[in-house]
């Protein structure tokens, strides 16, 4: 089964995103918990919850991925921009318990010259911190490009993460295309590798998450600007076989594009069009 989504504005609610989800063609999808820049969430409004649950019951919509904003740095020197991020982090997993049992992906955060091994340690502490035995939600660690000194650049650095959680139940990993191939890993033309590599050093278990971009720059370029499918350096028939690879079946999707909605339709509709039917 694919689960194709795109991210989408969460402004509006979230029975709004199931049905924008919905009108073209997803079957799941991705928001921001509160303006990407940082600043305060929104209050939750059980009654938009609840007929959200009712509609993605009722439309066959899959887990859905929260995403935590840019602006926190789990592993900052700066003790005050741990904190805020511990903060975020923990009243996001908070809010997300109102819509059980779904995803929250975050960027490990740059280490800003203080060293990969001493980030690692402050990543894995906040998530020792925020993670607790009941949450139903998963932790996902998105993989990056490698720019500046962000940490997640490398399978080894996210398992090395991994490593030092306690309640390694709740945790997992978002592959995102345009970032691992900027990073350098040849999804293009050597994908068994990558994945075989991922599955060695994390293990695949932990893949819960795709975000399917295209990159603007070369491979290993460690930029990380995203294209529309087709548009990049990875091309229409690397994601033909992502999407087809039997190791990436029922992991769900989701479109981090340069697009308005008609542009991540018309994404979705080509990534249709691709998926070989399962017999
Ligand atoms: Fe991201
Ligand atoms: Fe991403
Ligand atoms: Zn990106």
């Given at each position: 089964?694919?689960?194709?989504?795109c991210?989408?504005?969460?402004?509006?609610?979230?029975?709004?995103?199931?049905?924008e989800?919905?009108?073209?063609?997803g079957?799941?999808?991705?928001?921001?918990?509160?303006?990407?820049?940082?600043?305060?969430?929104?209050?939750?409004?059980?009654d938009?919850?609840?007929?959200?649950?009712?509609?993605?019951?009722?439309?066959?919509?899959?887990?859905?991925?929260?995403?935590?904003?840019?602006?926190i740095?789990?592993?900052?020197?700066?003790?005050?921009?741990?904190?805020?991020?511990?903060?975020?982090?923990?009243?996001?997993?908070?809010?997300?318990e109102?819509?059980?049992g779904?995803?929250?992906?975050?960027?490990?955060?740059?280490?800003v010259?203080?060293?990969?091994?001493?980030?690692?340690?402050?990543?894995?502490?906040?998530?020792?911190?925020?993670?607790?035995?009941?949450?139903?939600?998963?932790?996902?660690?998105?993989?990056?490009?490698?720019k500046?000194?962000?940490?997640?650049?490398?399978?080894?650095?996210?398992?090395?993460?991994?490593?030092?959680?306690?309640?390694?139940?709740?945790?997992?990993?978002c592959?995102?295309?345009?970032?691992?191939?900027?990073a350098?890993?040849?999804?293009?033309?050597?994908?068994d590798?990558?994945?075989?590599?991922?599955?060695?050093?994390?293990g695949?278990e932990?893949?819960?998450?795709?975000?399917?971009?295209?990159?603007?720059?070369?491979?290993?370029?460690?930029?990380?600007?995203?294209?529309?499918?087709?548009?990049g350096?990875?091309?229409?028939?690397?994601?033909e076989?992502?999407?087809?690879?039997?190791?990436?079946?029922?992991i769900?999707?989701y479109?981090?594009?340069?697009?308005?909605?008609?542009?991540?339709?018309?994404?979705?509709?080509?990534?249709?069009?691709?998926?070989?039917?399962?017999?």
């Open positions: 089964m694919l689960y194709i989504g991210h989408l504005s969460a402004a509006k609610g979230f029975l709004h995103m199931g049905e989800a919905v009108s073209i063609g079957n799941t999808f991705q928001f921001f918990t509160r303006n990407p820049r940082g600043g305060k969430a929104k209050a939750i409004d059980e938009d919850v609840k007929k959200f649950l009712e509609f993605k019951d009722k439309n066959g919509i899959g887990t859905i991925l929260a995403h935590a904003p840019y602006t740095n789990p592993c900052s020197k700066d003790e005050n921009v741990r904190t805020f991020a511990l903060e975020t982090m923990q009243d996001d997993l908070d809010r997300m109102y819509i059980p779904n995803m929250y992906n975050f960027h490990p955060g740059s280490h010259g203080q060293g990969v091994e001493t980030g690692i340690n402050m990543i894995a502490d906040i998530l020792n911190k925020v993670l607790k035995e009941e949450q139903s939600t998963t932790v996902l660690l998105e993989t990056m490009a490698g500046g000194t962000e940490i997640g650049r490398s399978f080894e650095e996210l398992k090395n993460i991994i490593d030092k959680v306690e309640l390694k139940s709740h945790l997992g990993v592959l995102d295309t345009c970032h691992v191939y900027d350098g890993y040849d999804i293009v033309n050597k994908l590798d990558v994945l075989e590599s991922f599955d060695n050093i994390i695949l932990r893949l819960k998450a795709i975000h399917l971009n295209d990159s603007k720059n070369p491979f290993e370029s460690h930029k990380d600007r995203h294209e529309k499918i087709g548009e350096s990875i091309g229409t028939d690397a994601f076989r992502i999407i087809n690879h039997p190791k990436l079946a029922d769900p999707m479109l981090e594009t340069p697009n308005e909605l008609d542009g991540y339709k018309h994404e979705i509709e080509l990534l249709r069009n691709l998926k070989k039917e399962e017999e």
